[in-house]
């Protein structure tokens, strides 16, 4: 299994704990990597949407799951490369998702396969290696 990026669908399933199928692929991936990545763009979506509920139990268990995972930046060259994509999609008649194009260039810039459950979303980006853990 190679390095992966968690996509925030993914990540919240795992927190939920309610897909057996990811859950199995999840364990399997910590024991060969020792910890999820996920990108800083899916932190923030996933407290966002914690304190809009104001889950404050939630936010705590997630900032304590967060302390354990590997949280990859939006550093420039992140943005560069999700800028880059975003010109391509809309050239392409593509979604131009900001979040979804900072995620899916956190992965290229990091070498990382993105995980998720909506992969048709970014089928059409060249060099993105995915994977979906509801089906394998």
Not at 59 to 86: E, G, K, Q, T, Y
Not at 111 to 133: K, Y
Request: glycine share 6%; net charge positive; aromatic share 6%.
């Amino acid at each position: 299994m190679n390095s992966s990026l968690l996509d925030t669908d993914i990540l919240t399933e795992i927190f939920k704990g309610r897909n057996r199928t990811v859950g199995t692929n999840a364990v399997s991936y910590l024991r060969s990597h020792g910890q999820f990545a996920i990108s800083a763009m899916t932190r923030f979506e996933v407290v966002r949407g914690l304190r809009h509920k104001r889950a404050v139990k939630s936010l705590s268990a997630f900032d304590s799951m967060c302390a354990r995972m590997l949280v990859l930046p939006i550093a420039d060259d992140v943005l560069d490369r999700a800028a880059d994509l975003w010109v391509a999609a809309r050239d392409g008649g593509h979604p131009q998702r900001d979040a979804d194009l900072i995620i899916a260039a956190t992965a290229l810039v990091h070498d990382r396969t993105l995980v998720s459950g909506n992969t048709t979303h970014f089928q059409w980006i060249s060099g993105l290696s995915l994977s979906d853990w509801r089906k394998t």
